[in-house]
Nanobody
């Protein structure tokens, strides 16, 4: 059974930083396209960042320059470093995996999902 387990969420003041982690049981982890999504109450799930098999990353416009996605294939971990956080970043954050090449960060392209980790940014 595929498992993606997120951690690292929490409460932070605006301008602060958090690093989210996603532990994966996928094998081989390096064969999967990975992404981060977020969903705030009453809003649709939004693609935040994704990373290609060769390490190429893509970001939502709203987080470019502040968020960085990375992965450690040896440890089967995906990360999301979030800097200069804004209150509008408050949401449940999910990691997701796809076996198929992605060109945009759309939730419909990802088949495996974690349970999420909550991020709250106060002003």
């Amino acid at each position: 059974q595929v498992q993606l387990v997120e951690s690292g969420g929490g409460s932070v003041q605006a301008g602060g930083s958090l690093r989210l982690s996603c532990a994966s049981s996928l094998y081989p982890f390096s064969a999967y396209y990975m992404g981060w999504f977020r969903q705030a109450p009453g809003k649709e799930r939004e693609g935040v960042a994704a990373i290609d098999l060769d390490g190429t990353s893509m970001y939502a416009e709203s987080v470019k320059g502040r968020f960085t996605v990375s992965q450690d294939n040896a440890k089967n971990f995906l990360y999301l470093q979030m800097n200069s956080l804004k209150p509008e970043a408050s949401a449940m954050y999910y990691c997701a995996a796809s076996l198929f090449r992605i060109f945009t960060i759309q939730s419909r392209d990802f088949a495996a999902w974690g349970q999420g980790t909550q991020v709250t940014v106060s002003s």
